[in-house]
């Protein structure tokens, strides 16, 4: 016979859920900060270089695409985390309070299963490039699943931050 898990013993384990979550979001937060630098630095060498030696870069445009993909697709899951996404409330503030957060939660959920649909079909296709040996088309061509992983890394960090805000939702309410 097999004994209900406790209410308690699920708040622990949301609560160790939450904070792993909340760790590799922060450690993707800096990564994408790190990325930002690098790509702010590859413009600048790149027009330091162009314009003052007479010596352009080949490689400072690739970087820069490549940096603009990781800053975005990093930071992504610390905005959901943060509730930093856009929304458009014309709707929504014309409910009464207690069906919005219903409404609310559902909507969280919803975000939560197209992040891992996006996830799944961004790494099936990153998948298809690796298997393939795909390059990009730059000066200096890399496998592009090099940069697309972190696609898929991003809307499934971001689909389990909005998984945690259901259920934070869920909480508060009842």
């Known amino acids: 016979m097999t004994t209900p898990i406790s209410k308690t013993s699920m708040n622990t384990l949301f ?9 590799i979001t922060r450690l993707s937060l800096y990564l994408s900060g790190i990325a930002l630098f690098l790509l702010l630095f590859s413009y600048i060498f790149e027009v330091v270089m162009r314009y003052f030696f007479d010596m352009p870069t080949t490689w400072s445009y690739d970087l820069g695409k490549a940096f603009l993909c990781t800053s975005v ?17 014309v709707l ?29 079909i961004c790494f099936d296709e990153t998948l298809r490039q690796y298997t393939a ?27 389990l931050q909005f998984f945690r805000l259901s259920i934070v939702a869920k909480n508060q309410e009842g």
């Not at 609560?15 to 792993?20: E, G």
């Not at 309070?97 to 299963?113: D, M, N, R, S, W």
């Open 15 to 23: 609560s160790v859920f939450s904070r792993l979550l909340d760790s």
């Open 73 to 89: 697709m990093l930071a992504l899951p610390d905005i959901t985390r943060n509730r930093g996404n856009i929304t458009i409330d």
């Open 92 to 120: 929504l503030e014309q409910l009464p309070p207690t069906i919005l957060e219903k409404v609310k939660q559902l909507i969280t959920l919803v975000c939560f299963g197209i992040c891992l649909a996006t996830a799944w």
């Open 133 to 159: 040996n795909i390059e990009t088309f730059w000066n200096n061509p890399v496998p592009k699943w090099w940069i697309s992983s972190l696609i898929p890394f991003g809307f499934l960090l971001s689909g």
